[in-house]
């Protein structure tokens, strides 16, 4: 789940952060056939696999980095409509770490297929979308570790509570269980700590739907993301984090996350699965950053209702804590994928 996205997916301009100048393509509304998969990133040859729908069947991008036979990671993407390009630097640790891992990016996502997504925009479609990715792979409860970051949290959990007894391991990366509860914070905390000239300025735009507006990403970018979203000057983010955002879809992107910068509004806003935590029965890491747009606080809560998970908290990182603090991210992920290998305790 991430706000910067919509503006990269509604500006028809071209956003420049620093040297790296992008411009979002679109695809109109109406189209009706499919968009095939792009070329392969130039990273390596990666496997593309069918998927059965309601709406026919689709090819979606996988990609294996390195080899082991037990501890084998599938990445879910945020967005929703994201790309598996904002985990290009898992490639520089997990691998030495001894870890298989797998990018991936979901129906409607950049490298997959991209058909009109009307009746594909389901949570459950979503969750047996990776299921069918799971099988065609030859993941399974040796081996499978399930990792989701924002909107691709959401889907990790739901995936654990329908298919856990396919998983060795679930982490959850900057994402709460409770929309509404995303939305407060928002609104109460990350909103009310901006300038209020600011935020005046912003819920102008938002109330005129004038998303396109220079000052809409300029006082965003200002007063916020670089605050809590990617906590570099906006002239020093990664590459891949640049590049990933003009690749993402707004046909999947705008009805499930809303057009709002400034909280969700879209078919997730009512999502919350709090209640059911204490479901989540496989070995968890709960993954959060102090400078997060989601409160650090809820996903400790989260962690001690889940029957056995661990917390970190990356104490520098925003949103992209994998990008802003890999010095502690990193380890903290490793650290757990290969305990749970060893059979070692979650909880400490």
């Not at 392969?40 to 996988?62: A, L």
């Not at 409509?81 to 409607?108: C, K, M, R, V």
Request: aromatic share 10%; proline share 7%; net charge negative.
């Amino acid at each position: 789940m991430r706000n910067l996205m919509t503006s990269f997916v509604l500006s028809t301009a071209t956003l420049v952060i620093g040297a790296c100048a992008t411009t979002m393509p679109t695809a109109p509304a109406e189209t009706q056939a499919v968009v095939e998969a792009r070329p392969v990133p130039v990273v390596g040859e990666g496997q593309m696999i069918p998927i059965t729908t309601d709406k026919g069947t689709f090819k979606v991008f996988t990609k294996k980095v390195g080899d082991s036979p037990t501890m084998k990671v599938l990445l879910l993407h945020g967005g929703p409509g994201g790309t598996h390009e904002f985990f290009e630097n898992f490639s520089d640790h997990l691998p030495d770490a001894g870890i298989e891992f797998y990018y991936y990016d979901q129906l409607g996502s950049y490298f997959s297929d991209q058909p009109n997504m009307d009746g594909l925009l389901t949570i459950d479609r979503f969750v047996d979308e990776v299921e069918q990715v799971r099988q065609a792979l030859g993941l399974n409860a040796d081996n499978f570790y399930l990792y989701g970051q924002s909107w691709g949290g959401i889907l990790g959990m739901e995936y654990a509570l329908a298919h856990q007894d396919k998983l060795k391991g679930l982490i959850v990366s900057n994402m709460v269980s409770s929309i509404p509860a995303y939305n407060d914070y928002a609104h109460n905390v990350l909103m009310a700590d901006m300038d209020p000239a600011v935020l005046a300025r912003l819920e102008e735009l938002e109330a005129a739907e004038d998303y396109e507006h220079p000052d809409y990403m300029g006082l965003l970018m200002e007063h916020h993301y670089v605050d809590h979203i990617l906590r570099k000057p906006a002239d020093q983010w990664p590459e891949p984090v640049v590049r990933a955002f003009p690749h993402l879809n707004p046909e999947v992107y705008i009805p499930m996350q809303g057009p709002s910068e400034l909280g969700a509004s879209g078919l997730l806003v009512d999502w919350d699965i709090t209640e059911r935590l204490e479901e989540i029965a496989v070995p968890t890491l709960v993954m959060a950053a102090s400078h997060d747009t989601m409160e650090p606080a809820f996903k400790r809560m989260m962690s001690k209702r889940m029957q056995q998970a661990r917390y970190v908290e990356m104490p520098n990182g925003g949103h992209f804590a994998q990008w802003d603090d890999t010095d502690n991210y990193f380890p903290a992920l490793i650290d757990f994928i290969q305990d749970v290998d060893a059979g070692r305790p979650v909880i400490e």
